[in-house]
């Protein structure tokens, strides 16, 4: 039986450079890297140094907090460089691929009589445990405690989101082992919410599982806004989440014992003449995976994630453990003659200030990442409230974490969102305020002072 979750506030941003359903292959890179930014919270301890072999799944660093949690290799080959930042912090461990592709053998399970030690065991052996993240404050679950739920959201809502029956494509045996597994791991459900608009037929008819049809506009493909209108996070509880594209790894390791980075990934913006999905690994450079990708100028930014809540990346860096998207957008760092002063239909304005995008609500429009203004004072507007679904009041409870009241930030509701959940009222912001690097800082605050 499934429950409907719906809601009013929030905004479908439509942008062009919707990636086309064609999936194709990139070119292999020799070079790939395992970057520890990527698992926020998380101080490596090195397992393999340079000159070290390793098999695709061998750990190549261990959490220094809890060492059963590692985080394994893309390929086989050879450590080649560590590099290292200020106070020796570790950037990336770089790994020279081999080209043999050849696996650490872990051994399935049987996942359907298996205990729930036996399935946290094959997942912290082959690497799969980072996939699992926890609420409060959206890092690495701790294996050592019991969540009350896990959600999976099976689709994306964010301007230009993938396909996620796409994302799966090819393995989608491996998600029924996958859920099966995970149903074992909580006292309560796992709750899988689809989009009740567009049917899914890689997520359609699994077992082990609750659905939810799920209506409204971005952020409803947010995890955060389907575990408020199905199960409220309260103080000391803890829901554990995973992604839908992770699912097929999760299984696949359970199912064979083999850890197989392999992602589908959506390369989307306006700034791609050819927008598609690409065939490609965890670790890969992200110049191999753009590499023959025409644009239609050189002076792009490149984006790890959605539009509106990614991460900037650069070409000689790496694809992110996480990462299933790409979004290329023109930079918008030219100068606006006369600004808001005079009419743009092709600017697209929540307030319909000096524009046009009301008259014309199912316009797509090709944005740069032009801010439109500078930084200025952070002032009660009331916009933030449009487009936030939650119970929530969105400016207080950012400024609760600039200050770093520790009560008013528990009363205010920061147990129940992450940065990604700020994304719409950082854009609809007129004061230009970093919304969700603040809460990031506050909720890293919160770990520190509470734990």
Not at 41 to 52: E, K, M, N, V, Y
Not at 348 to 363: C, D, R, W, Y
Request: glycine content about 8%; some cysteine.
């Amino acid at each position: 039986m499934s429950k409907d979750i719906r809601i009013s506030k929030g905004l479908d941003l439509k942008l062009v450079g919707a990636s086309a359903p064609e999936v194709e292959g990139t070119p292999v890179s020799q070079t790939v890297a395992v970057v520890p930014e990527n698992f926020h919270g998380i101080a490596p301890r090195l397992r393999a140094r340079d000159g070290d072999y390793l098999e695709i799944g061998s750990p190549v660093f261990v959490s220094k907090l809890n060492e059963h949690i590692s985080f394994p290799s893309p390929v086989s080959g050879t450590v080649r460089e560590v590099r290292r930042g200020d106070k020796r912090v570790i950037l990336e461990v770089i790994i020279e691929s081999d080209g043999q592709n050849k696996n650490a053998e872990f051994g399935g399970i049987d996942y359907v009589n298996a205990s729930r030690e036996e399935v946290i065991e094959k997942l912290l052996q082959g690497g799969c445990w980072p996939f699992i993240k926890q609420r409060p404050y959206d890092v690495i679950a701790n294996p050592d405690e019991t969540p009350k739920h896990i959600f999976i959201s099976g689709f994306y809502s964010a301007p230009l989101a993938p396909d996620v029956d796409i994302l799966v494509q090819g393995r989608e045996e491996f998600l029924q082992i996958a859920v099966t597994a995970l149903s074992k791991l909580t006292s309560g459900q796992v709750h899988l919410t689809l989009d009740g608009k567009k049917p899914s037929q890689a997520f359609s008819g699994l077992q082990d599982v609750v659905y939810h049809n799920a209506f409204g506009p971005h952020p409803i493909g947010n995890v955060s806004t389907q575990i408020r209108q199905v199960s409220p996070l309260n103080k000391g509880e803890r829901i554990w989440t995973v992604k839908p594209e992770d699912l097929v790894i999760i299984g696949e390791l359970i199912a064979k014992g083999v850890y197989n980075p392999a992602r589908i990934v959506a390369l989307s913006g306006g700034a791609l003449k050819n927008p598609r999905y690409v065939h490609t690994q965890i670790g890969q450079p992200i110049s191999s995976i753009l590499d023959g990708t025409e644009m239609v100028t050189d002076n792009v930014r490149i984006i790890q994630g959605s539009a509106i809540s990614g991460v900037r990346t650069e070409m000689e860096e790496f694809l992110g453990y996480y990462t299933s998207q790409l979004t290329v957008l023109e930079e918008g760092d030219d100068y606006d003659l006369f600004g808001w002063n005079r009419p743009q239909p092709n600017k697209f304005s929540v307030l319909n200030a000096m524009m046009f995008s009301f008259l014309t609500p199912n316009k797509k429009y090709n944005l740069n990442t032009n801010t439109n203004g500078e930084q200025r004072a952070f002032v009660l507007t009331g916009i933030y409230e449009k487009y936030f679904p939650f119970d929530i009041y969105p400016m207080q409870l950012l400024k609760s974490c600039l200050y770093e009241d520790l009560d008013e930030m528990e009363n205010l509701g920061i147990y129940e969102v992450v940065p990604e959940d700020f994304a719409l009222t950082e854009f609809v912001c007129v004061s230009k305020i970093p919304h969700q690097n603040i809460l990031r800082e506050g909720l890293d605050y919160m770990i520190r002072e509470i734990g």
